[in-house]
C-alpha cells in the first residue's frame, strides 16, 4: 500500500462527518497529463475509483488516501508513479458508517482494501466501545498496528484473489459465538462479504440488524459501485 497526500486550495471547506466515508478520485487517462474536469451532464468518467480520506487536515488543504499497489489498474497505475505537481479530481465525501454510540463492542471484519475504512472507524470510537478486528491480507508483511484496537488477528488469503474471503470464512467459524450485543462491520470483495454475512446470521446466529454490509470490490470489475451494501439478496 501507498499512502499520498492530496493537497490542493480546492479543498477549502472539504469536511468529512462519519467515519467510512468515501471520495471519487479522477484519474489521467492513457496519454493525458490531467484529467477532464467532470461536468455535472457528462458523461460518467472512465478512471473514476472509490477511495476512503483516511486523514484531513483542513487548515493545510490536505487529506490522504491509501492505495492498494495491485499492478495494472487507473488507480493503481497512477498511486505508484505519483509526484508532487500531478493532477486528479476529488468529488465527495459520500456517506459513512454511523457509529452505535450505545454499543459495547463493535467487531470489524473484511480484507485489505477496508484498512482505511477501519481506522477511521477506531479513531471515532468513544472509549468505552471495545473493538475488535479480524482482517485479511495477502500476506503477512501487510500486518501493522491499528490504533485503538483491543485486538486484531490477521489471517492470510494469499496472491490469488480468488480466494477472497475464504480464510475469513475459516478464522470467524473457529471464532466461535459472537457476544450478544455486538455490532459488525463487514467490508470486503462483494460476494465474500455476502457469503460471510449468510455464516454470521445462519451458523453464528447474529441478527442482521446488528450487521452492516459493504462490497468495496469485485472481482472480475474494473468499477465497482461505491453503494454495494449486500441488499439485492
Known amino acids: 500500500m501507498r499512502r499520498i497526500t492530496l493537497r490542493g486550495a480546492e ?22 497529463l ?31 488516501v491509501d492505495f492498494v499497489l495491485h499492478g495494472e489498474g487507473p488507480a493503481s497505475t497512477w498511486a505508484a508513479q505519483a509526484a508532487l505537481g500531478q493532477k486528479i479530481f476529488l468529488m465527495g465525501p459520500g456517506p459513512g458508517y454511523k457509529l452505535d454510540q450505545a454499543a459495547a463492542a463493535l467487531l470489524m471484519i473484511g480484507d485489505d482494501s477496508a484498512l482505511p475504512a477501519f481506522e477511521t472507524v477506531l479513531a471515532a470510537l468513544p472509549d468505552a466501545v471495545q473493538a475488535q478486528l479480524l482482517v485479511e491480507v495477502t500476506s503477512a508483511d501487510e500486518e501493522r498496528p491499528l490504533a485503538g484496537a483491543s485486538h486484531v488477528q490477521w489471517v ?10 475464504r480464510a475469513l470464512e475459516a478464522a470467524l467459524r473457529a471464532r466461535g459465538p459472537i457476544p450478544p450485543g455486538t455490532r ?16 454470521l446470521t445462519t451458523e453464528l446466529a447474529v441478527e442482521r440488524s446488528r450487521i452492516v454490509g459493504r462490497g468495496y470490490w469485485k472481482l472480475a ?13
Open 34 to 64: 490531467e484529467p477532464d474536469r467532470p461536468l455535472p451532464d457528462g458523461p460518467r468518467a472512465k478512471s473514476m475509483r472509490t477511495y476512503t480520506p483516511l486523514a484531513l487536515r483542513p487548515a493545510l488543504h490536505e487529506v490522504d
Open 221 to 233: 470489475t474494473a468499477n465497482h459501485p461505491d453503494h454495494d451494501y449486500g441488499e439485492d439478496d
Open 156 to 165: 492470510v488469503r494469499g496472491p490469488d484473489n480468488t480466494q477472497a474471503g
Open 184 to 199: 459488525i462491520y463487514l467490508a470486503c470483495e462483494a460476494a465474500a462479504m455476502r457469503r460471510l454475512r449468510s455464516l
Open 11 to 32: 479543498l477549502e471547506g472539504f469536511e468529512v462527518h462519519d467515519p467510512a466515508s468515501y471520495i471519487k478520485l479522477i484519474f489521467p487517462e492513457p496519454g493525458q
